[in-house]
């Protein structure tokens, strides 16, 4: 398949997860959107390292090329896991405190 | 490698210890010994005297400035302990836990002084940010607290996903995620790579200016550093921007030709408009820690003169700036913590009542303006000298010293309230002999940059 489906699709993946982002009020629902970008940066990461490893395999038989994107992949989700504890851990000690996960109550520190 | 695996040790060390003991000053006096240790040990690996040695496969790549600048910070980072040692103990019940997401920050800054890679540096910013957002969020009970801690970490996040988007965009277009890989512009039909990179480096560029906080992508600054502990504040606005910064130079020191013409005419928008929006926003403000907040955005309208120009002159100015703007910003925020009311009224007549506290203060607070024979004017100097080394339109160089000129309207309104207005300023507790003495070792340092601006960067060169 050409490269330029992934990239639309982990593009319009991303786009959706922005979308949500600027438009959802649930701290939770959010916070998802920001995985669904995560997760597009990672198919789009995996789509690209096959098709750099696809065109240097074509003069080296052997070649490594491209490889290090999907250990970035790995990387990324590490990283992700780490921010989903904290992040559920401070959505949660909002919620003892406000008994409430919208984010439209975050306004105290406006005035 | 010193810094990196000692930073990351010592924060072990201080989860550890808060097992083994509840004496906050025990904990203090391991956190200041941990930070003694690991400056040391930068210091020596600087010296060629590495005693870790670890292939790394290219991913880092120690350079004498990387590692002097990573020693300034930890300097500064040891001011802060004396200075707010204090303050910490008294943010929350888990002091051990706090010195040691600190130092999880400083590995952090180790890995972005030294990064080779965009792996790297996605993992140094990464390491930076999550311990900060906890840090936030320490006062538990406190519900502006909570709030500050949530947007926070959702606003650093999105800007994870976007530099994400970046990195994987840039990686599409060469084909590796080395700093100096600069394409090896894979002819590939389908593909037009020659937008990839580009589009890229500007969502790089978006989510580095979100985490330096610059304009047009600021507006969580002032909520995050007004409802965050004083003392985090004063953490994240200085030693956490400054690191910024470093990263944010050295990425773009190499990759900004990829972006062509169009790099200059983005930093000037960013420029101009960060020290419209830092400078104007902060006249308004009646509480002193908000118009700090807007004070910093202001300061990185300065800071990213040094991206602009990116010469000599400008690695230089970083290192002088952040020297100056930690320590100043670090005292101004530990006098602030001993206010009762954070409100430009707080201040009134303190200069009666703490003479010392009020004229340290003033110190500080000319330093961030820039008035000359203290370290901050130099800081100024060295980014507008820069610029103006670089070929910068004469425009954008008044256009910054007319900003300079309109902060010092607001860095003497607390001076003014100290010294010209009647009132008692209510502290929360006494202050001890200890740290008057501190606060002026760091005022006089501050001023003796002033004079002799060299004494910080001969080490540079030696």
Same mark, same amino acid.
């Given at each position: ?111 | %490698? ?39 040990? &930068? ?33 500064? /980072? ?20 706090? =010195?040691? $997401?600190?130092?999880? @920050? ?56 976007? %530099? $994400? ?20 512009? /894979? ?64 990425? +773009? ?27 104007? /926003? ?21 800071? $990213? ?30 006098? $602030? ?21 009020? +004229?340290? &203060? ?9 008035? !000359?024979?203290?370290?901050? =004017? ?9 610029? #103006? ?41 006494? @202050? ?20 002799? !601006?060299?004494? #910080? ?6």
């Amino acid at each position: 398949m050409p490269i330029q489906y992934y990239i639309y699709l982990a593009l319009t993946l991303f786009t959706i997860g922005i979308i949500g982002v600027l438009t959802r009020r649930n701290a939770i629902i959010i916070f998802m959107c920001i995985e669904l970008m995560l997760n597009a940066v990672n198919l789009l990461l995996v789509a690209f390292s096959k098709m750099h490893n696809g065109i240097a395999l074509v003069t080296n038989k052997d070649s490594m090329v491209g490889i290090d994107a999907q250990l970035f992949v790995f990387f990324i989700m590490v990283v992700a896991a780490a921010e989903v504890s904290v992040g559920l851990a401070i959505i949660v000690m909002m919620y003892r405190n406000t008994h409430s996960i919208d984010v439209n109550f975050l306004n105290r520190l406006k005035n | %490698m010193n810094a990196i695996i000692l930073s990351a040790l010592a924060g072990v060390v201080m989860m550890l210890s808060g097992i083994f003991t509840n004496k906050q000053s025990v904990i203090k006096l391991v956190s200041i010994i941990a930070l003694l240790v690991l400056i040391t040990g &930068n210091v020596l690996q600087t010296y060629g005297h590495c005693s870790i040695q670890i292939d790394t496969k290219n991913l880092l790549a120690f350079s004498k400035a990387g590692l002097y600048f990573n020693t300034l910070i930890f300097i500064s /980072t040891f001011v802060y302990f004396i200075l707010s040692g204090k303050a910490i103990e008294k943010a929350g019940v888990n002091v051990a836990e706090y =010195f040691a $997401l600190i130092f999880f @920050v400083l590995c952090g800054v180790s890995i972005l002084t030294s990064f080779n890679g965009l792996l790297m540096f996605f993992l140094g910013i990464e390491i930076l940010s999550i311990p900060l957002y906890i840090l936030t969020g320490s006062d538990k009970r406190n519900l502006k607290s909570n709030e500050a801690s949530l947007k926070y970490f959702l606003m650093g996040s999105f800007s994870t996903g976007l %530099m $994400l988007m970046g990195i994987a965009l840039v990686f599409g277009a060469t084909g590796n995620f080395s700093l100096n890989a600069t394409g090896q512009k /894979t002819a590939y039909d389908v593909l037009n790579a020659g937008i990839l990179a580009p589009v890229g480096l500007l969502f790089i560029f978006i989510s580095m200016l979100f985490k330096v906080s610059a304009a047009p992508f600021h507006f969580w600054t002032p909520d995050v550093y007004d409802g965050a502990p004083s003392v985090f504040t004063s953490f994240m606005s200085t030693i956490v921007k400054a690191a910024g910064f470093y990263a944010f130079i050295h990425l +773009f020191e190499t990759k900004s030709y990829d972006l062509g013409p169009s790099w200059k005419l983005l930093l000037t928008f960013a420029i101009v408009l960060t020290l419209l929006v830092g400078n104007i /926003t902060a006249i308004f403000q009646h509480s002193v820690k908000r118009m700090l907040a807007y004070s910093s955005i202001s300061q990185a309208g300065f800071m $990213l003169f040094s991206l602009y120009s990116s010469n000599t002159l400008a690695k230089e100015g970083i290192f002088i700036y952040t020297v100056a703007y930690s320590f100043a910003t670090i005292g101004v925020f530990a006098i $602030l913590i001993y206010l009762k009311d954070y409100t430009f009224d707080g201040y009134n007549g303190l200069a009666k009542t703490q003479p010392v506290l009020a +004229f340290t &203060n003033t110190v500080f607070l000319l330093s961030l303006a820039g008035i !000359p024979l203290t370290a901050g =004017f130099f800081g100024k100097y060295f980014m507008l000298a820069s610029a #103006v080394k670089a070929g910068a339109p004469l425009m954008l160089v008044i256009v910054a010293v007319l900003f300079a000129a309109i902060s010092v309207y607001y860095y003497f309104k607390v001076i003014q309230a100290m010294y010209f207005k009647q009132g008692d300023a209510e502290l929360n507790d006494n @202050v001890p002999t200890s740290f008057k003495t501190a606060l002026i070792a760091i005022a006089i340092v501050i001023i003796l940059i002033g004079i002799f !601006p060299s004494t #910080v960067l001969n080490w540079l060169y030696f």
